[in-house]
């Protein structure tokens, strides 16, 4: 029997566990929580799509728990060779990795692995699917910032369609309460992502009007069909975040983004750098969120599945 406790998805984790997650990411940052030891475990990183923050982020969480470390590129590993991810992930489990943190294109392989593997899974993106970590290191960013998430109007703004990080975003959110608006053209927001629990928007003026946090997206060039933005011109003409457009946001209002950004495209660098901006604040938060789902995964106190 599989026994191993992964972290998969927003959609298949409990609200009780995504408090328990969010309590343990904040204690860790402000130095309060009994910091957990992983010694004697090994974690293994299986990146199939390139990455900079959860990486590396992930490496320096697994370390600073103790734990061993190991990377696997896709060109210095057997999966270029044709050898499955599967046999893969079960000859790493063979040489001792208690988990495996995966990302892959493909939406719903960690999923799809997790049950054949006695190592803890982690989901460190799937395809067009989730990112977890980002949705709890974000919600993490924004309690910093705004002490409750129940009641905040947050705007998540650009190439939903193709973005892993708005729908785990878009489902934390609505699960801790908050009103949550989906913007960008219709091509890259179509009606039918209002199932996240949030309204969908084509205008970004309304999206951002009154907004406490607003999420900008990446344009996912590497996902997208083309003809569903006419020029990057006409993008930033409709959805691009600007200073003028910044005013109708609330007072105190916090700018977000997963990176990477695309300065002058989906928000302009004045912004990106100025007061509002909370861009590395979240970075730093990816690295307390990955330790508390390692600890959790590996080695911490049993929470609801
Ligand atoms: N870094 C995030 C991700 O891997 C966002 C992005 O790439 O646009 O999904």
Redesign the pocket.
Known sequence: MNRARHFLAVASTSRARWLALLEQTRALARGEAHVPSLRGHNVVTLFL?P????RASFELAARRLGADVVDLSPSSSSLVKGESLLDTARNLEAMGADAIVV?HRVSGTPTRLAPLLRASVVN??DGTNE?PT?ALLDCATILAHKERIEGLRIAIVG?VLH???ARSDARAFAMLGAHVRLCGPPSLVPEALGALGAEVTHDLDCALEGADVVVA??L?HERQQSGLVTSLRDYRMGWGIDARRWRRTAPGAILMH???VHRGVEVDSDLADGPQSVILEQVRWGLFARMAVLADCLDGTPTEA
């Open positions: 799509e990455s900079t923050r959860t990302r460190a993106g990112h980002q190439d973005s892993r990080v997206l990446r996912q997963p990176g990477p």
